[in-house]
């Protein structure tokens, strides 16, 4: 049973240019969050989704940022044109439908602009 | 709006000795409470949870945290520290209502193990 999924797990992108983070959450999971880590920071919340739909985008920055979670496939979370402030690791966790239950966390995925 | 501190960025004991991560949290309703642990270069892996029921809540790897309603802490213990128990430890909270899973996490102690 493979744990949750995300790659790249490193990522190198100029300025302006996109990234592309993908998700894939632990089989049976239907609810998805991603959250960011900057240097010596905790993990700050960005977008919760469930399939086909996004449920909580409160933490996403208005611009450049958006997520996805198709019915097929994994998550995706697009950053336009990033800029240098945009490096940090992105993590994402998967749950299963009873939300007390824990919610398990893929290995990140860490994000350089150069 | 739900916040949670974590007290000391840094800790440092010695081998053998008692290992106390303190958390604070700030809600309007008890949440639900979470202790991860962060490797290097890893992602968060789980050491336990509050939910409901006996406020003494037992982990992985020997640690345990309890949970105080009077004094809004969740501080994690364990009786004696290993090496291997030097890692980064993140406290976190998610609302007991609603519909969402969300986690609001605390910045972090990193706990160091000397010989």
């Known amino acids: 049973n493979a744990g949750v999924m995300q790659n790249p797990r490193h990522l190198v992108r100029r300025r302006g240019q996109e990234a592309r983070l993908r998700c894939s959450p632990m089989?049976?999971?239907?609810?998805v969050y991603w959250y960011r880590q900057l240097p010596e920071e905790g993990l700050k919340f960005m977008v919760y989704?469930?399939?086909?739909?996004?449920?909580?985008e409160s933490g996403m920055p208005k611009e450049r940022f958006s997520a996805e979670f198709p019915k097929e496939g994994p998550s995706i979370l697009r950053i336009q044109q990033v800029v240098r402030g945009d490096s940090a690791a992105y993590f994402c966790?998967?749950?299963?439908?009873?939300?007390?239950?824990?919610?398990?966390f893929g290995q990140g995925t860490r994000l350089t602009v150069v | 709006a739900q916040s949670v501190t974590q007290l000391g960025s840094h800790v440092s004991v010695s081998e053998g000795a008692l290992v106390l991560l303190r958390c604070n949290y700030s809600?309007?309703?008890?949440?639900?409470l979470f202790w991860y642990v962060q490797y290097p270069n890893q992602g968060l892996q789980l050491l336990l949870k509050?939910?409901?029921?006996?406020?003494l809540v037992k982990g992985i790897n020997g640690f345990e945290a309890e949970f105080k309603k009077s004094e809004t802490s969740f501080h994690l213990t364990k009786p004696s520290a290993h090496m291997s128990d030097a890692a980064e430890y993140f406290c976190?909270?998610?609302?007991?209502?609603?519909?969402?899973?969300?986690?609001?996490f605390g910045q972090g102690t990193t706990l160091q193990v000397k010989p």
């Open positions: 989704l469930q399939k086909e739909n996004i449920i909580d």
């Open positions: 089989k049976g999971h239907s609810h």
């Open positions: 976190a909270v998610r609302p007991s209502s609603g519909n969402t899973g969300k986690l609001i």
């Open positions: 809600s309007s309703v008890p949440p639900y």
């Open positions: 966790a998967s749950s299963g439908e009873i939300l007390n239950t824990e919610a398990f």
């Open positions: 509050y939910t409901t029921g006996a406020t």
